[in-house]
């Protein structure tokens, strides 16, 4: 730390200037920087009119959406905001508590309240609406706080019941968005914006995942009738492109599936996204399973496990974590390749941009709502790789504290 | 130690003209026949590639053979799957690279298969781990992940992970060979102290103090057969086949 030349401005002049030629490039590119960076916030403050997204603000979240039952996606938000930051803190204290504020976590809480505070001013949403986003961050920092607070006090036999809360908090999301169980339904073709596309991808992320494993363990299976089928699927799936699978979802998918379960047109996309992703999935579980070596599948049998356990406890373990980051790739691609819904005329983020920059009274915006969109996109991606690397941090057993 | 009168003792690995082909069609199984009765210990040595590996795998299923018939503690070897299982959980192997599951601790490789396959309480099965460790030397290790631990290190905890599954049979296929020079002893006396409390093993291995030491028999294979079969004083001093001869000069 106390080594010469580690201050910040010395590191910079070292890395930037340490020789004439790798400061003169150092010097163009830093210019070139920012030229462009002055030119895109000079456009963004005084040349961009964001009325179109502040007029339009609701309908990118949430498309056509029953004004009346907006309720219902305020108390999923505010639900999925206290499951974060619950889980959040927990990962942080348990299963070994680390500092309570890392840097990290200091630095995203101040960029949250940030974003609470400029996106709504930015947006020029009515105070009421204000006010929800304002609790909303407000409950997802003190959930992280109580839970980092009190998380060692949960006893250990409660502890491993705690992940359950996603895949419940996702089936009561589905309900609280599409209706029943007393409330009113909204069916598909109302939903859209953010709403369709994070659906629809949280949905195909969520399944594509064990279809690819159980795909990638066919691939290798001795079964040659099992391996063939693995085979062609995945060869098929990877070499048509998703735009022709979605149409051809579209018009083939009713005839495949039994009556009552023709889903309606944004489940048979999602399900044609959930079949394309499975195959890229299977493919980054199979290098993940070929990482393995084969002894440790002998070490398992020859302990008595039979086949399943074995692949439960030893091989898809290690499988995984090193399919993790290629696997987390596959679901960026496909949060991405969800905008090929609006092709197929689906209002999601992209279909509802479309629809509002060919509204006569918004005409030539495009470069404003192309920017949001992008914005938007990059966030999500962001969150998923950063979790991603979360994850890939805690699994590996040499990291953890535990060793200590 | 047993070896003195091995008919009067149980029988428990019989193996008869056994004979395997690898599926390219090499032959490495050529008929061989063995058998180990309880409490025995039996080295197997012999040039590489002569089928050592192949065939001791082949009395847990590990690989399968196409020809003669095995019998292990009682149970005829059969392509059904719950009779290997069966199998599989009375017969423990240790094997060259160890291959301990790195993302367990040392601990959870112990208790995994007893727990598991045997259905034993967890508690109990810990309790039992860890006299295990303590009995191969590594108590203090337990919490510890096997890529933090030396070689020789990692080999007693295989040791130990099958002894964890309670079998009465022990398989090992060059448990030493890819240990450093200094780590060597420490396994071996881990294994002779099991031959001591009569475990039955069938040991492939080119430690010829542990086979003079320890061994019931010796048994020398080459190309995928059985060439001699004696007492270790025997087959050290006085080999009766050429090929023997040969072996035990190119080793010393
Ligand atoms: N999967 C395989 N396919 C084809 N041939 C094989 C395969 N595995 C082994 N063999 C061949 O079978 C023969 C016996 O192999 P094995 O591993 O049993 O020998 P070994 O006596 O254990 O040798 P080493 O001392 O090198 O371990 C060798 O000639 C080897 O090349
Ligand atoms: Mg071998």
């Not at chain 2, 002893?185 to 002779?192: N, T």
Request: glycine letters at 8%; hydrophobic letters at 50%.
């Amino acid at each position: 730390m106390n080594t010469p030349g580690s201050s910040p401005l010395q590191r910079l002049r070292r890395e930037l200037f340490a020789s004439p030629l790798d400061g003169l490039i150092s010097l163009l590119l830093i210019g070139f920087l920012l030229a462009v960076g002055l030119a895109v916030l000079r456009w963004m403050l005084f040349q961009a009119q964001w009325a179109v997204i502040q007029a339009n603000s609701t309908l990118f979240a949430v498309g056509r959406y029953p004004v009346d039952q907006q309720w219902r996606l305020w108390l999923l938000t505010s639900l999925l905001a206290l499951a974060s930051g619950l889980s959040w803190g927990l990962l942080r204290r348990l299963p070994h508590p680390g500092p309570a504020w890392p840097r990290n976590d200091r630095l995203a809480v101040g960029l949250l309240i940030a974003l609470a505070v400029v996106a709504p001013l930015a947006l020029q949403l009515q105070a009421s609406v204000q006010l929800r986003w304002w609790l909303i961050t407000a409950s997802l920092i003190t959930s992280r706080w109580a839970a980092g607070r009190w998380g060692q006090a949960i006893p250990p036999a409660l502890r491993r019941w705690i992940p359950l809360i996603w895949p419940l908090l996702y089936l009561a999301g589905m309900v609280l968005i599409s209706g029943g169980l007393g409330l009113v339904s909204v069916p598909p073709s109302e939903w859209g914006g953010l709403l369709l596309t994070l659906l629809t991808a949280s949905f195909a992320i969520l399944l594509c995942f064990p279809l690819g494993v159980l795909l990638a363990l066919g691939r290798r299976s001795e079964l040659p009738l099992l391996r063939g089928a693995s085979v062609l699927y995945i060869e098929f799936i990877r070499g048509a492109p998703l735009i022709t699978l979605l149409f051809l979802g579209q018009n083939i998918l009713g005839f495949l599936l039994p009556g009552g379960l023709a889903p309606d047109r944004v489940w048979r996309a999602a399900w044609v996204l959930t079949f394309f992703a499975a195959a890229y999935v299977a493919e980054a579980v199979r290098s993940g399973l070929a990482a393995l070596p084969p002894g440790q599948l002998e070490a398992a049998r020859s302990l008595g496990l039979p086949m399943p356990l074995a692949l439960i406890h030893v091989v898809l373990p290690q499988a995984l974590r090193v399919a993790l980051p290629a696997t987390v790739g596959q679901f960026i691609s496909l949060l991405q390749d969800t905008t090929l819904l609006s092709l197929i005329g689906l209002l999601d983020l992209l279909g509802t941009a479309r629809t509002v920059m060919a509204n006569p009274a918004f005409l030539g915006k495009n470069g404003e709502v192309y920017l949001v969109l992008a914005v938007l996109f990059w966030c999500c991606c962001a969150a998923l790789g950063l979790g991603s690397r979360a994850l890939e941090h805690r699994l590996n057993p040499l990291s953890s504290p535990a060793q200590a | 130690m047993t070896s003195s009168t091995p008919s009067a003792a149980a029988v428990m690995i019989e193996a008869r003209g056994v004979e395997k082909w690898y599926p390219n069609g090499f032959q490495a199984l050529r008929g061989v026949d063995l058998t180990v009765h309880q409490g025995e210990v039996v080295v197997i040595m012999g040039p590489s590639g002569s089928g050592k590996s192949t065939f001791i795998r082949t009395f847990n299923a590990l690989e399968a053979f196409q020809k003669g018939s095995i019998t292990v503690d009682g149970m005829a070897l059969s392509d059904d799957v719950r009779n290997i299982d069966a199998i599989r959980r009375e017969v423990g192997m240790v094997f060259q690279q160890f291959n301990l599951f790195p993302h367990l601790t040392v601990l959870q490789n112990l208790t995994l298969a007893p727990v598991l396959v045997r259905r034993r309480p967890r508690r109990e099965v810990e309790r039992q781990a860890l006299d295990l460790l303590e009995r191969v030397g590594i108590h203090e290790q337990a919490h510890k992940y096997p890529g933090q631990l030396s070689g020789g290190q990692q080999q007693r905890v295989a040791i130990a992970r099958s002894l964890c599954m309670e079998p009465r049979i022990m398989l090992f296929d060059e448990p030493t060979s890819a240990l450093d020079p200094e780590m060597v002893q420490e396994v071996l006396e881990v294994m002779q102290e099991l031959a001591r409390d009569g475990m039955t093993m069938v040991v492939v291995t080119h430690e010829l103090r542990f086979a003079r030491r320890v061994a019931s028999r010796v048994v020398l294979m080459a190309d995928g057969e059985v060439v001699e079969e004696a007492p270790p004083e025997q087959f050290f001093t006085n080999p009766r086949h050429e090929r023997s001869r040969q072996f035990l000069s190119q080793i010393r």
